[in-house]
């Protein structure tokens, strides 16, 4: 097979293109799971141990707060409202599922990793790399979490507020696997609060956006009574805790973040948008 030579378009044929998306997919996920760079720990980059004892000690007693004031009253929060109000919080609520970044990331990642070749010229493939980096810190830094949250709610195993009336609010079958007994933590909250999270630390632009959807998004699936109050809190602690771990483990490979000399997390400057569409058109040909 004859190299293609650097600044030529590659091979776009199927079997080029489902090469390329292999041997790029291992190259990336190889350098996701190399020994990381030195910098500061998880925890440490998050604050002194003093801080984060308190930090966890808060989030226990919010959620030990929310229990035991404001779960009980779940069922006549949700009656209070009218079916056109339900009707709203229905469509934020499904606006809260994780495929809608987990798709358009994914694909991204696809695409980039099938035509991503070197012999585009250093600048197109390094623009490439970065546009890939990024996306796939989107699906993994929101899917984890995620993946974290739907085993940890079968574990715990509590009662949805719909069984409030034969169970009470306190009704816990651990090791449950049934629909039913998935209120806490909630997935919704898990994946826009990581979300807001990640899109925040992508696009800093979209921070309060992404921060309002993320709380109205948690509202609604206690308007619905699809959860108890302290089901969202502990969704929206996995997915914001959740996010920022897989940020500092893209940062301490370099991919997308950096961390600083105090150990803070830094993301890397981006390709602009003009370069963007300049490397499609060098792809593509248009």
Known sequence: MTAT?????????????????????????????????????????????????????????????????????????????????????AFVSDCGKSGWFLV??????????????????????????????????????????????????????????????????YDFVPFSWKVEYASMPSGHATNVFAAAIVIGSVFPRLRVLMWTYAVLVGLSRNVLAAHYPSDVFTGAVVGSLGALAVRWWFATHRIGFALGPDGAVHAKPGPSWRRVKRVARRVFGQ
Do not use: C
Request: glycine share 10%; proline share 6%; net charge positive.
């Open 5 to 89: 030579g650097i600044g030529e378009r590659p091979d776009h044929s199927l079997r080029a293109l489902a090469r390329r998306l292999i041997v790029n997919l291992i190259a990336w996920g190889a350098a996701l799971v190399r020994p990381a760079h030195a910098g500061s720990g998880f925890w440490r980059s998050l604050g002194s141990a003093s801080h984060l004892i308190g930090a966890f000690a808060i989030a226990a007693a919010v959620t030990a707060v929310l229990m035991i004031f404001l779960d009980p009253g779940e069922i006549a929060f949700h009656q209070r409202f009218s079916l056109w109000m339900l009707n709203v919080a």
């Open 104 to 169: 358009p990331s994914a694909a991204i990642l696809l695409v980039v990793a099938a035509v991503a070749s070197p012999a585009l010229g250093r600048t197109t493939y390094v623009t490439l790399v970065s546009i890939a980096g990024r996306a796939g810190f989107i699906f993994v830094a929101i899917g984890l979490p995620g993946l974290i949250e739907t085993i940890a709610k079968r574990l715990i195993g509590r009662a949805r507020p719909p069984l409030y009336h034969a169970t009470g609010p």
